[in-house]
């Protein structure tokens, strides 16, 4: 089970931080990963790391400004927020993969948690 947290309205240019509990399998066998999907598109990856956070994965349309990272004792994925744009406003949702590294593609992923609605005003 997945569980997001975090979102809410910020300013361009503002950050955020988004957590995800996952409660169930051991977190450290398996890549974790954020998607976000805006109203009328199609959900889309944002950043994933591997499971003991050796690997990361970013979207070149957040990468230098997002950065994902993990605590496997706690079980949660962070997903830190910088530089916001109003092309960030979506909907977030951690996942958990089917495999240790994981990767960019939503096929790998099969654990979904409900999402958090993150917003940028301009």
């Known amino acids: 089970q997945l569980q997001a947290s975090g979102g809410e309205l910020v300013q361009a240019g503002g950050s955020l931080r988004l957590s995800c509990a996952a409660s169930?399998?051991?977190?450290?066998?398996?890549?974790m990963g954020w998607f976000r999907q805006a109203r009328g598109t199609e959900r889309e990856f944002v950043a994933a790391?591997?499971?003991?956070?050796?690997?990361?994965y970013y979207a070149d349309s957040v990468k230098g400004r997002f950065t994902v990272s993990r605590d496997n004792a706690q079980n949660t994925v962070t997903l830190q927020m910088n530089s916001l744009k109003p092309e960030d406003t979506a909907r977030y949702y951690c996942a958990a993969a089917r495999t240790y590294f994981g990767g960019t593609l939503y096929s790998l992923y099969e654990y979904w948690g409900q999402g958090t609605l993150v917003t940028v005003s301009s």
């Open positions: 790391l591997s499971g003991s956070s050796e690997t990361t």
């Open positions: 169930g399998r051991p977190s450290s066998n398996y890549a």
